[in-house]
């Protein structure tokens, strides 16, 4: 790639109380995808000014990050009318099932990673189903769509359909079959170790699994503390654990590359357990609305200095766009947060929580220019220009205002992989 560089007004979160706002910025990109710049344009250094431009007055943001989505449930979106328990047993188990037919792995696969890109996320952390193929297929589509992808084959070996009920055996095989195949294979893709949950996991499976993710050094993701039936049905089948978190300490999953979705219902002392393991946390708000699920702790989280990022959670979530996700995590919470904490949590936060703050998730030089454009609500702004706007305005206007189309557009290394037609 020819290096480049674009002007444009930029918003870059620090930390969940500050961002860098620079109304008249520009960023300069390297051969490699790495910005060689990023700030006000009248500090652009002037062997940089040489540098093909572009211009835009929509404001550029860092890529959106998604810490915990469902690729098999992109078409079961809105299945609505039940608890968590009883939504996967009557519409997500039978949905997952479709994809032993590699066709339809294919179709939703290639639907789901478009759909992604246009909503301005540019790192994804997924679960797929428990089928070895439907995962390989999956890979595929997640290197053609070029965005960064962690990726897991769902681990199941009790409690299921038997449409989807593997043994343990079976279930570490194909898994480390994908590792070998995908973990790495490109600079954009990455294996997540997968047991779905505790409630569909034997403890042999769980602690298998924590080896094999410990062998090849790949992520965990898994689900925890989601909805109080769930809890219920984890004591009964672990009455010996203490906690549901200490169901995956005991198993060996709990360490800083382990993901853990939802944790709502989560004690004091299972919070303190997430911290001590340096575990993140993907909250999913939008979710947690849609099935009642509760509310996150955040403030707990935020205090224990718990990594945590926002995840689409699709298919309770209903969208995959980060702006509608930002607004659910306010709302979960039945009041208007401050904008700089959603953006945060939807940037550097997720970045934060993958240990990948060091290449990407705000924009600044040596990282990885992954970068989304958004049009903002001019109306919002009574007739002032950009460069009069504070930046609680244009954070507010961003994350209360912004839908999902608009996003002009996408770069991932540097790359324009979409760009709005009108």
């Given at each position: 790639?020819?290096?480049?560089?674009?002007?444009?007004?930029?918003?870059?979160?620090?930390?969940?109380?500050?961002?860098?706002?620079?109304p008249?910025?520009?960023?300069?990109?390297?051969?490699?995808?790495?910005?060689?710049?990023?700030?006000?344009?009248a500090?652009?250094?002037?062997?940089?000014?040489?540098?093909?431009?572009?211009?835009?007055?929509?404001v550029?943001?860092?890529?959106?990050?998604?810490?915990?989505?469902?690729?098999?449930?992109?078409?079961?979106?809105?299945?609505?009318?039940?608890?968590?328990?009883?939504?996967?047993?009557?519409?997500?188990?039978?949905?997952?099932?479709?994809?032993?037919?590699?066709?339809?792995?294919?179709?939703?696969?290639?639907?789901?990673?478009?759909?992604?890109?246009?909503?301005?996320?540019?790192?994804?952390?997924?679960?797929?189903?428990?089928?070895?193929?439907?995962?390989?297929?999956a890979?595929?589509?997640?290197?053609?769509?070029?965005?960064?992808?962690?990726?897991?084959?769902?681990?199941?070996?009790?409690?299921v359909?038997?449409?989807?009920?593997?043994?343990?055996?079976?279930?570490?095989?194909?898994?480390?079959?994908?590792?070998?195949?995908?973990?790495?294979?490109?600079?954009?893709?990455?294996?997540?170790?997968?047991?779905?949950?505790?409630?569909?996991?034997?403890?042999?499976?769980?602690?298998?699994?924590?080896?094999?993710?410990?062998?090849?050094?790949?992520?965990?993701?898994?689900?925890?503390?989601?909805?109080?039936?769930?809890?219920?049905?984890?004591?009964?089948?672990?009455?010996?654990?203490?906690?549901?978190?200490?169901?995956?300490r005991?198993?060996?999953?709990?360490?800083?590359?382990t993901?853990?979705?939802?944790?709502?219902?989560?004690?004091?002392?299972?919070?303190?357990?997430?911290?001590?393991?340096?575990?993140?946390?993907?909250?999913?708000?939008?979710?947690?609305?849609?099935?009642?699920?509760?509310?996150?702790?955040?403030?707990?989280?935020?205090?224990?200095?718990?990594?945590a990022?926002?995840?689409?959670?699709?298919?309770?979530?209903?969208?995959?766009?980060?702006?509608?996700?930002?607004?659910?995590?306010?709302?979960?919470?039945?009041?208007?947060?401050h904008?700089?904490?959603?953006?945060?949590?939807?940037?550097?936060?997720?970045?934060?929580?993958?240990?990948?703050?060091?290449?990407?998730?705000?924009?600044?030089?040596?990282?990885?220019?992954?970068?989304?454009?958004?049009?903002?609500?001019?109306?919002?702004?009574?007739?002032?220009?950009?460069?009069?706007?504070?930046?609680l305005?244009?954070?507010?206007?961003?994350?209360?205002?912004?839908?999902?189309?608009?996003?002009?557009?996408?770069?991932?290394?540097?790359?324009?992989?979409?760009?709005?037609?009108?």
């Amino acid at each position: 790639m020819d290096p480049w560089r674009l002007h444009a007004p930029l918003l870059s979160p620090v930390s969940p109380t500050e961002l860098r706002w620079h109304p008249s910025g520009a960023v300069a990109v390297g051969a490699d995808g790495r910005m060689l710049y990023a700030g006000d344009a009248a500090a652009l250094p002037e062997q940089l000014l040489a540098l093909p431009a572009r211009e835009t007055s929509d404001v550029v943001l860092p890529g959106f990050v998604d810490l915990h989505t469902h690729l098999p449930q992109y078409d079961a979106r809105g299945k609505f009318g039940m608890t968590l328990l009883e939504w996967l047993e009557h519409f997500i188990f039978p949905e997952e099932a479709r994809f032993a037919d590699d066709a339809v792995a294919r179709d939703v696969s290639t639907r789901f990673f478009r759909g992604m890109l246009e909503a301005g996320t540019t790192t994804a952390m997924v679960f797929s189903s428990v089928h070895r193929s439907a995962t390989h297929i999956a890979f595929e589509e997640a290197e053609r769509s070029k965005l960064r992808v962690i990726l897991g084959k769902v681990q199941m070996d009790r409690d299921v359909p038997a449409a989807l009920l593997e043994t343990a055996d079976a279930s570490i095989r194909d898994t480390e079959i994908l590792i070998d195949a995908w973990h790495r294979k490109t600079e954009r893709l990455w294996v997540a170790v997968t047991p779905r949950f505790a409630p569909t996991c034997s403890m042999d499976l769980m602690r298998r699994s924590a080896a094999l993710a410990h062998r090849h050094g790949t992520y965990v993701q898994t689900h925890l503390n989601e909805s109080e039936a769930e809890i219920r049905m984890v004591r009964a089948l672990f009455p010996d654990a203490g906690s549901y978190t200490a169901v995956y300490r005991d198993a060996g999953l709990l360490g800083e590359r382990t993901v853990l979705a939802h944790n709502i219902h989560a004690s004091d002392e299972e919070l303190d357990l997430c911290a001590q393991h340096r575990c993140a946390v993907a909250h999913c708000p939008d979710s947690n609305l849609f099935l009642g699920s509760g509310r996150f702790p955040l403030q707990r989280t935020l205090d224990r200095g718990i990594r945590a990022g926002l995840g689409s959670d699709v298919g309770a979530g209903t969208t995959l766009s980060m702006f509608g996700v930002m607004r659910s995590m306010c709302w979960v919470q039945a009041r208007s947060l401050h904008p700089f904490l959603p953006l945060y949590f939807a940037t550097r936060g997720g970045a934060e929580a993958l240990s990948m703050d060091g290449d990407i998730g705000s924009l600044e030089q040596g990282k990885q220019a992954d970068m989304v454009a958004v049009r903002v609500d001019r109306h919002f702004h009574r007739g002032r220009d950009l460069a009069h706007l504070k930046p609680l305005e244009i954070a507010s206007a961003l994350v209360y205002r912004s839908q999902p189309g608009d996003v002009r557009e996408v770069w991932v290394g540097g790359e324009s992989l979409y760009r709005a037609e009108t």
